[in-house]
């Protein structure tokens, strides 16, 4: 089982940009970024995946100023964060070895241990 290991948290003002890393020691070719906030389920923020025909997932919450990416070895996954607000605070946590529904965190077996992000207003 691979070990992942997230990077670039931390914290901004409402309207600024945060890009977060997630780095593997081996190809995964389906990770999910998941969030944290406190006192609410573990959210999907965004998916990417090179199986079948491949692709990509944004919560509605993020459509439009996140943006989900891969290295071209599928070992580092990066999610850049544009126009940051408040409600983005939480523990990101990145996600692989899908078997299970891809939106649920159940659906996965191998996490992170999390970055902060904290957006002031």
């Known amino acids: 089982q691979d070990q992942l290991a997230e990077s670039g948290g931390g914290s901004v003002q409402a309207g600024g940009s945060l890009r977060l890393s997630c780095k593997a020691s081996?190809?995964?070719?389906?990770v999910t970024w998941f969030r944290q906030i406190p006192g609410k389920e573990r959210e999907a923020v965004a998916s990417i995946t090179t199986a079948g025909t491949g692709g990509t997932y944004y919560g509605a919450q993020v459509e439009g100023r996140f943006t989900i990416s891969q290295d071209n070895a599928k070992t580092t996954t990066n999610l850049q964060m544009n126009d940051l607000k408040p409600e983005d605070s939480g523990v990101y946590y990145c996600?692989?070895?899908?078997?299970?529904?891809?939106?649920?965190?159940?659906?996965?077996?191998?996490w992170g241990p999390g970055t902060q992000v904290t957006v002031s207003s």
């Open positions: 996600a692989t070895d899908l078997t299970g529904p891809w939106l649920r965190p159940q659906g996965y077996r191998t």
């Open positions: 081996f190809r995964h070719t389906w």
